[in-house]
């Protein structure tokens, strides 16, 4: 019985190096360039809080940001749906559903900006709503910030990947 799992899994793992594999964080050339493009991505500030919380989460994972030849721009939406229905008709959980626009505009063309990514992440939690509003306040707020900063990290990861394959 030892043997045959012994030998399934030399037979799976053979199996790996022939499928194209590669480790997202090894040191090569290419995973240098695709970082250097990283921190080449200028995020422009707004006054929102959710915005600021995801673009000081970027600016935190790409590294100390050179002369910008890319823009990315993010338009984060926060949704509240309430559920969960109390005796008093009031709702006893809430979900918040964090999604992000997202694009990033090449900024080397003179002539116009030229979109090379775009797309829509999303993210949900929930948590139970209290009798104090002050307790509420604090759980919504803790929510929206764990979600920025998870969406920051799924955007990262795919920025990533967009420049280690190439553009």
Do not use: W
Not at 24 to 47: D, F, G, N, V
């Amino acid at each position: 019985m030892k043997i045959g799992r012994l030998l399934i899994a030399c037979a799976f793992m053979g199996s790996l190096s022939a499928c194209g594999f590669a480790p997202l964080y090894k040191e090569t050339a290419q995973s240098q360039r695709a970082h250097q493009s990283l921190a080449s991505i200028e995020i422009m500030p707004k006054k929102d809080r959710t915005h600021q919380l995801m673009r000081n989460k970027l600016l935190y994972l790409m590294g100390e940001n050179r002369a910008p030849l890319y823009q990315l721009n993010i338009s984060p939406v926060v949704e509240k749906l309430g559920f969960g229905i109390r005796q008093d008709a009031s709702a006893s959980q809430e979900r918040l559903t964090l999604t992000v626009d997202y694009s990033l505009v090449d900024l080397s063309s003179l002539e116009k900006k030229v979109k090379i990514l775009s797309g829509q992440l999303s993210r949900s939690t929930s948590y139970q709503l209290v009798q104090s509003d002050y307790a509420t306040l604090v759980r919504r707020e803790d929510s929206i910030e764990r979600l920025a900063e998870k969406i920051a990290e799924d955007l990262h990861l795919k920025l990533l990947l967009h420049f280690k394959q190439g553009e």
